[in-house]
């Protein structure tokens, strides 16, 4: 975070809560964007991704009370609470998100005092770069901070994850939260979401960058189709643990093999949820080849990975729009482009893909104007680059 923005939101914290800047701590937690492996997390397979630079900020003060104030840059409304008064509140809007968070850390354990809080972030709202995974784990970070309590970042994600799944009620699986909680500088993170084991990997993009697409699409329907793809992939794992022989013990769609899953896909019979399950299998199995190709820093066959995982997710799981499609089929026709997909749960939001740095300002220039033309919406695009995970920064 830049020394001048820092001195700015001191500046606004102190107007806001008064005092002075001197007993005000900072932490910042990133975005995300996913390299690979899409809607996956919730099956128990492979996930690639990485945290970004741009993300959120938390300026943070403690109270000798027990009152919760909270503001935003971002949003008019400020929230004032007590520790024990932290019902999710639909007109809390925003602030149930870091709400949601102190909740369950306050029932872990009692947290001694309240505090002010002013955040501020600059990942586009509704984008698909997990802004709201941000908030939640820069909260749980700095609480635990604060408390002298043990940081582990494991169980930070989870937390955060639970806090959106029971208070926030979205059923997302853990890649945000733990791609934001376990990320490095200049690595990318490959989680086995089973069991949580991960390797932080060197991305090694040589004269290749990462450049994100935001379609300013909005996301409509996309909670209850993402509930749907969720329940169709339980379905399947209990129609094949029932029927298919050999799988009594099946937990997981992506524990199949590409090879196993073609023996058995034909007991599934509905040919939608066939398809959804190939394309869990398929994609697990890519994400482990799209490392091993990066490891060899194979970095056309890695971005031809990006691409195959696009094309599954817009014709077997279904979760791409016409502006998706648009923005990476573009991209694909403009030259020094090696790969391109949308990323994250797909109904909108962003696209990412790897342009060879010759070639970024032409391929932000074609795919923007071709994008307007044919769909009306503009777009735009960052040059992203992989950041740390949640930490405090002064
Ligand atoms: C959202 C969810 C994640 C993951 C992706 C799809 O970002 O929060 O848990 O399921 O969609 O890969």
Same mark, same amino acid.
């Given at each position: 975070?830049?020394?001048?923005?820092?001195?700015?939101?001191?500046?606004?914290?102190?107007?806001?809560?008064?005092?002075?800047?001197?007993?005000?701590?900072?932490?910042?937690?990133?975005?995300?964007?996913?390299?690979i492996? /899409?809607?996956?997390?919730?099956?128990?397979?492979?996930?690639?991704?990485?945290?970004? *630079?741009? &993300?959120t900020?938390l300026?943070? %003060?403690?109270?000798?009370?027990?009152?919760?104030?909270?503001?935003?840059?971002?949003?008019?409304l400020?929230?004032? +609470?007590?520790?024990?008064?932290?019902?999710?509140?639909?007109?809390?809007?925003?602030?149930?998100?870091? +709400?949601g968070?102190?909740?369950?850390?306050?029932? /872990?354990?009692?947290?001694?005092?309240?505090?002010?809080?002013?955040?501020?972030?600059?990942?586009?709202?509704?984008?698909?770069?997990?802004?709201?995974?941000?908030?939640?784990?820069?909260?749980?970070?700095?609480?635990?901070?604060?408390? @002298?309590?043990?940081?582990?970042?494991?169980?930070?994600?989870?937390?955060?994850?639970?806090?959106e799944?029971?208070?926030?009620?979205?059923?997302? &699986?853990?890649?945000?939260?733990?791609?934001?909680?376990?990320?490095?500088?200049?690595?990318a993170?490959?989680?086995?979401?089973?069991?949580?084991?991960?390797?932080?990997v060197?991305?090694?993009?040589?004269?290749?960058?990462?450049?994100?697409? @935001?379609?300013n699409?909005? %996301?409509?329907?996309?909670?209850?189709?993402? @509930?749907?793809?969720?329940?169709?992939?339980?379905?399947?794992?209990?129609?094949?643990?029932?029927?298919?022989?050999?799988?009594?013990?099946?937990?997981?769609?992506?524990?199949?093999?590409?090879?196993?899953?073609?023996?058995?896909?034909?007991?599934?019979?509905?040919?939608?949820?066939?398809?959804?399950?190939?394309?869990?299998v398929?994609? @697990?199995? !890519?994400?482990?080849?799209?490392?091993?190709?990066?490891?060899?820093?194979?970095?056309?066959?890695?971005?031809?990975?990006?691409?195959?995982?696009?094309?599954?997710? !817009?014709?077997?799981?279904?979760?791409?729009?016409?502006?998706?499609?648009?923005?990476?089929? *573009?991209?694909?026709?403009?030259?020094?482009?090696?790969?391109?997909?949308?990323?994250?749960?797909?109904?909108?939001?962003? *696209?990412?893909?790897?342009?060879?740095?010759?070639?970024v300002?032409?391929?932000?220039?074609?795919?923007?104007?071709?994008?307007?033309?044919?769909? &009306?919406? *503009?777009?735009?695009?960052?040059?992203?680059?992989?950041?740390?995970?949640?930490r405090?920064?002064?």
């Amino acid at each position: 975070m830049e020394v001048k923005l820092i001195e700015q939101l001191k500046g606004r914290f102190v107007e806001l809560y008064g005092g002075n800047a001197a007993d005000i701590a900072v932490y910042h937690a990133p975005g995300r964007v996913n390299l690979i492996g /899409e809607h996956i997390d919730y099956n128990g397979g492979y996930v690639f991704p990485a945290a970004l *630079t741009i &993300g959120t900020a938390l300026l943070f %003060r403690r109270r000798t009370d027990d009152v919760l104030n909270m503001a935003s840059e971002g949003f008019a409304l400020t929230v004032q +609470k007590s520790l024990s008064d932290l019902n999710y509140q639909a007109a809390d809007d925003w602030s149930n998100f870091p +709400k949601g968070v102190i909740s369950l850390l306050n029932d /872990e354990q009692a947290i001694s005092s309240g505090f002010d809080m002013l955040f501020y972030g600059n990942i586009p709202n509704g984008s698909g770069l997990s802004s709201s995974a941000s908030i939640e784990v820069l909260t749980a970070y700095a609480i635990l901070d604060q408390e @002298n309590r043990e940081i582990d970042r494991t169980q930070i994600a989870l937390l955060a994850q639970q806090a959106e799944n029971e208070y926030i009620g979205v059923k997302c &699986g853990i890649m945000d939260q733990f791609a934001i909680a376990q990320g490095k500088k200049d690595h990318a993170v490959l989680l086995r979401c089973n069991d949580l084991n991960y390797d932080q990997v060197p991305f090694e993009s040589g004269s290749y960058q990462l450049v994100i697409g @935001n379609t300013n699409k909005r %996301r409509e329907l996309a909670h209850s189709a993402y @509930n749907e793809r969720r329940g169709q992939c339980e379905a399947a794992v209990e129609i094949l643990r029932t029927e298919a022989s050999g799988l009594e013990n099946l937990k997981w769609l992506a524990d199949l093999s590409e090879a196993q899953y073609s023996e058995v896909s034909h007991v599934l019979e509905d040919e939608v949820m066939q398809r959804r399950a190939r394309h869990v299998v398929e994609e @697990n199995a !890519r994400v482990l080849r799209s490392v091993e190709l990066l490891r060899q820093g194979n970095l056309e066959e890695f971005g031809k990975m990006m691409t195959l995982s696009h094309e599954s997710l !817009r014709d077997l799981y279904e979760v791409s729009c016409r502006e998706l499609d648009v923005m990476v089929d *573009t991209a694909l026709q403009v030259p020094g482009v090696l790969g391109a997909r949308m990323t994250g749960a797909g109904f909108g939001g962003c *696209t990412v893909s790897l342009v060879h740095e010759d070639h970024v300002e032409e391929f932000i220039r074609i795919v923007g104007d071709t994008y307007n033309r044919e769909t &009306g919406l *503009t777009g735009e695009f960052y040059v992203s680059k992989i950041g740390d995970g949640v930490r405090r920064v002064e």
